[in-house]
């Protein structure tokens, strides 16, 4: 299976490199070169020995989507700081380049549920984080 993560942040990276070590055919792309050694780090050889593909570009053009694989993909992962970028290139995926498997993440927990009731499939840290402080208030108050 092909995987296109784009944004190769703390998430993004350890995306990526999971999804490398299950087996996976893997591409990262995120406009920023020095990210790269997010993807070498703690590996006994460099990301491109291990068999990934690290393209500079900016997610949010379209030569750099084609660059990276987004033909390929049979999973896009939408994972750079933004949320506006984000929702934007996996809708790019999804409808343009027909990825069938896409996975976005946004932060804004609204426009998570919106996004999610128009076909993307969403994570949001932050609903995630909400819903562990509530867990957590609640078990100091039965305990």
């Not at 591409?27 to 500079?56: C, I, K, N, Y």
């Not at 750099?64 to 049979?74: F, N, S």
């Not at 750079?80 to 409808?95: E, H, M, P």
């Amino acid at each position: 299976m092909m995987v296109l993560v784009v944004g190769a942040g703390r998430v993004g990276a350890a995306v990526a490199k999971s999804s490398l070590a299950a087996g996976h055919t893997v591409s990262v792309l995120d406009a920023d070169p020095l990210s790269h050694e997010r993807l070498d780090a703690g590996q006994p050889t460099s990301w491109e020995d291990a068999g990934g593909q690290f393209t500079v570009g900016t997610a949010i053009e379209i030569e750099a989507l084609v660059a990276a694989g987004v033909e390929q993909a049979d999973v896009f992962i939408a994972a750079t700081s933004g949320d506006n970028t984000n929702l934007l290139v996996a809708q790019v995926a999804q409808k343009r380049f027909g990825v069938g498997h896409v996975i976005v993440r946004v932060l804004d927990p609204a426009r998570s549920d919106w996004y999610a009731e128009q076909g993307l499939h969403t994570i949001c840290a932050v609903k995630v984080g909400i819903a562990m402080f509530e867990q957590a208030i609640a078990d100091i108050a039965t305990a």
